[in-house]
């Protein structure tokens, strides 16, 4: 890459943003050659990181040469742009990265391979829409019977790599995903997309402006929302005034964007810890409990729930506390849940049983409204009922 081109990409952290850094007068290139590969430094001045570019095969040269000019350095972007090159001496520049905390980028240009290791071993790593990430397993060459040489996959290479990502704080999903292409299988991408479904921290720059990476979910998130509103539409209705068709409509949704925008290996590897922590819920905290969680969250990830009031009819409110609740969606499944147990109860129970129970819900129900229009209050109360209810 000339100088000409890599100073139209170089880039500035400044707090939370990216800049582009244009301005040649204050900095200092210095050329470092390498055999195979190549690092070279751009030293700034004042409170600027420094830049240091990574091109070519990473080998034993590169990574002295890293390790000798990234010492003195108290903060440094690394840019990557390599085909890959030996785990080994990959995996020693990015245990340096991540000792002295520098960030790393790859900007409009390709990183195969070990230069992946490198690129997730920064504290910040940056990327671009036209960044091409791209990883499998590692390998050793062998040599078949008939004299043809051919990758083998290396299982302690493999480990290394593992173990170092681990210590990253890197996903078992995303360890997974960079070590699982065969030598003789296509790499497998990281676009942004599929960084956020493993969970990678990343930020993605576009013409000098930090765009953010929400909006897009992880794989446990996609699980999760599925079976949210799954669960709403098939377990949920006996407590709630659900539609089934809506719920399942986006459920079908959610699924299909995910499945888009990754395997179904990973989907189907999120459904037993999302089944797991699911049973666990529903044990611990019973079906009703689950259920209003499943209504928070479907809302909070901006989906629609279906409940779209409390028991009672809004238009007929009459108190301060009615017209509290019909103005907080965070009430409306509390008080129809609450509802339908209490007339499920009702209708249950002998009749001397089911006059004392139409009292306590009289108290109760008085006491609720001296919340007024307090809907922390409001909301206390009906936990504390819902709990008399054995939910």
Not at 5 to 28: A, D, P, T
Not at 39 to 65: M, Q
Not at 160 to 179: C, N, P, Q, W
Not at 329 to 357: C, G, H, I, P, V
């Amino acid at each position: 890459m000339i100088l000409q081109e890599m100073l139209r990409h170089l880039l500035v952290k400044n707090w939370n943003y990216l800049y582009i850094f244009l301005s040649v007068g204050i900095v200092l290139w210095v050329p470092i050659a390498a055999s195979g590969g190549q690092v070279d430094l751009v030293e700034s001045g004042g409170s600027r990181p420094s830049l240091i570019f990574i091109s070519g095969e990473i080998d034993e040269s590169v990574a002295r040469e890293f390790y000798r000019i990234s010492d003195p350095l108290d903060d440094a972007i690394v840019f990557l742009q390599s085909p890959g090159g030996y785990v080994e001496y990959g995996v020693n520049i990015g245990a340096k990265i991540a000792e002295k905390r520098f960030s790393t980028a790859v900007i409009d240009s390709d990183c195969a391979s070990i230069c992946v290791i490198i690129w997730l071993s920064g504290e910040r790593r940056y990327m671009t829409k036209d960044s091409e990430l791209r990883v499998h397993a590692a390998y050793r060459l062998a040599i078949d019977e008939n004299g043809r040489t051919y990758g083998e996959v290396s299982g302690s290479a493999n480990a290394d790599i593992g173990a170092f990502l681990a210590i990253r704080g890197l996903s078992r999903e995303a360890i997974r995903y960079v070590t699982n292409a065969s030598p003789n299988e296509p790499l497998d991408p990281i676009t942004p997309i599929i960084a956020r479904l493993l969970e990678i921290d990343y930020i993605l720059a576009d013409s000098g402006q930090l765009l953010p990476n929400s909006g897009i979910h992880t794989p446990y998130d996609v699980v999760q929302l599925f079976g949210d509103l799954y669960g709403l539409s098939s377990h949920c209705s006996q407590f709630l005034d659900t539609q089934k068709g809506t719920l399942n409509s986006q459920s079908k949704f959610i699924l299909d964007e995910g499945l888009k925008s990754y395997s179904l290996n990973l989907i189907q590897d999120r459904v037993q810890r999302y089944s797991i922590n699911i049973q666990n819920d529903i044990s611990n905290n019973g079906l009703v409990r689950w259920c209003l969680l499943a209504e928070s969250r479907v809302r909070g990830a901006g989906f629609d729930s279906t409940v779209y009031g409390p028991s009672f009819d809004c238009a007929k409110s009459a108190t301060r506390t009615e017209y509290a609740l019909c103005d907080s969606k965070d009430l409306w499944a509390m008080d129809q849940a609450m509802a339908s147990l209490y007339f499920f109860f009702r209708e249950n129970m002998t009749s001397d049983l089911s006059r004392n129970f139409l009292n306590s819900q009289r108290r109760w129900l008085k006491s609720r409204n001296m919340c007024g229009s307090n809907k922390r209050c409001l909301e206390e109360k009906y936990h504390i009922r819902l709990s008399e209810f054995g939910v």
